[in-house]
């Protein structure tokens, strides 16, 4: 079970902090990635951490924005979310990979890999 949080409503400029755990599966040793999906578009990949160089890869579109980083001892992996805009505005998901340690393309992940439910993100006034 992947679980998701931190999401919630924040003005634009803001920031936000996600969360994502995993009870009884290690998140440390393989690669995690934050996907979102807005309303109406299709699921888009932000950010990845591998395991265990903890090398980060990320979407232009929250690049110099957003950080994934991952507490080994909390077993958890965080997205630091900063000047957040509208276009920011999405359902916020959390994916374990099921096999590799190494962050994959975004486009390669599949639903055999562990997905949260998530955790919806709004930007607005």
């Known amino acids: 079970q992947v679980v998701e949080s931190g999401g919630g409503l924040v003005q634009p400029g803001g920031s936000l902090i996600l969360s994502c755990t995993a009870p009884?599966?290690?998140?440390?040793?393989?690669?995690v990635s934050w996907f979102r999906q807005a309303p109406g578009k299709g699921r888009e990949g932000v950010a990845c951490?591998?395991?265990?160089?903890?090398?980060?890869t990320y979407d232009d579109s929250v690049k110099g924005r957003f950080t994934i980083a991952r507490s080994n001892a909390a077993n958890t992996v965080y997205l630091q979310m900063n000047s957040l805009t509208p276009e920011d505005t999405a359902v916020y998901y959390c994916?374990?990979?099921?096999?590799?340690?190494?962050?994959?393309?975004?486009?390669?992940?599949?639903?055999?890999?562990?997905w949260g439910r998530g955790t919806q993100v709004t930007v607005s006034t």
């Open positions: 009884g599966h290690d998140v440390n040793w393989y690669a």
């Open positions: 994916a374990i990979e099921h096999l590799y340690r190494q962050c994959a393309p975004f486009g390669t992940w599949t639903e055999d890999d562990y």
């Open positions: 951490i591998s395991s265990p160089d903890e090398k980060t």
